[in-house]
């Protein structure tokens, strides 16, 4: 939490507007390094105080979530789905360290939705963490959706291609095998693939031409068994 904690502060800092806000800010420096239940509790009540500016319920929210308060979960999903993806990062590095079983749920939830693509690299990455039952499912959909040329959200095509590849699951090779033929995707889908240790001549085959997927890619799955090294099935 150190360093990300210093990052955090320091940019809240530059955010600061008047002596008053000088005073809140150190005010909540100095609840962190207590660390108290009674600090953790005026932290908690700062989440739900009304006119309280947004840096602050962001640090009071970063501190609760890094120490394992779950009181912090919605201010933290509120700003996993945020438009300033500075503080997407911050929220999902809290979230991780949350361990809330909601978490992953709201991380699927966000990744999942067309509507929310623009703001889904950090729930994507949060899934890859989090090694959820949801992962895999929610990491695939997305990145289906994502398998059409020209699309302006390929980093978050290519965080699912990364996720999925660490993630080690084998339902993910079909769509994996339709992203080797997207060129910004291709060598991230060949190296998952290698992880889930799918050969060359499988991915060649499996990928068709890339853009919808062929009729053994993401449009339409084959079903049985990978070959083996022979090209035997």
């Known amino acids: 939490m150190e360093e990300e904690f210093h990052e ?7 955010e600061l507007r008047s002596p008053q806000d000088l005073v809140a ?6 609840l962190a390094r207590k660390n ?3 600090g953790r509790e005026e932290l908690a009540q700062m989440l739900v105080a009304v006119e309280r500016p947004l840096w602050a319920r962001e640090i009071a929210a970063f501190i609760l979530g890094c120490a394992g308060d779950k009181r912090a979960f919605e201010t933290l999903v509120l700003l996993l789905n945020y438009r300033d993806p500075v503080r997407c990062a911050t929220a999902a590095h809290a979230l991780g360290r949350l361990g809330d079983p909601r978490t992953a749920r709201a991380a699927a939830a966000l990744a999942t939705n067309p509507l929310r693509t623009a703001y889904a690299l950090h729930p994507v990455r949060l899934l890859a963490e989090l090694r959820a039952p949801q992962s895999v499912p929610a ?9 059409t040329p020209h699309t302006p959200y390929w980093r978050v095509a290519l965080a699912c291609v990364e996720g999925l590849g660490a993630l080690g699951d084998r339902r993910a090779v079909p769509t994996l095998a339709a992203a080797v033929g997207n060129p910004r995707l291709a060598a991230a889908a060949a190296a998952s693939l290698a992880r889930l240790g799918v050969h060359e001549d499988v991915r ?6 890339g853009g919808d997927g062929g009729a053994d890619g993401a449009g339409g799955r084959r ?3 990978a070959p083996d090294a022979t090209g035997r099935r």
Do not use: H
């Not at 800010?25 to 100095?30: A, D, K, V």
């Not at 060649?204 to 031409?209: I, M």
């Open 36 to 38: 108290t239940p009674a």
């Open 25 to 30: 800010y150190e005010r909540l420096l100095g």
């Open 223 to 225: 079903e049985g068994p």
């Open 8 to 14: 955090l502060t320091d940019r809240v800092r530059a």
């Open 204 to 209: 060649a085959d499996a990928g068709g031409d």
């Open 139 to 147: 990491l695939i959909a997305t990145l289906e959706r994502l398998l």
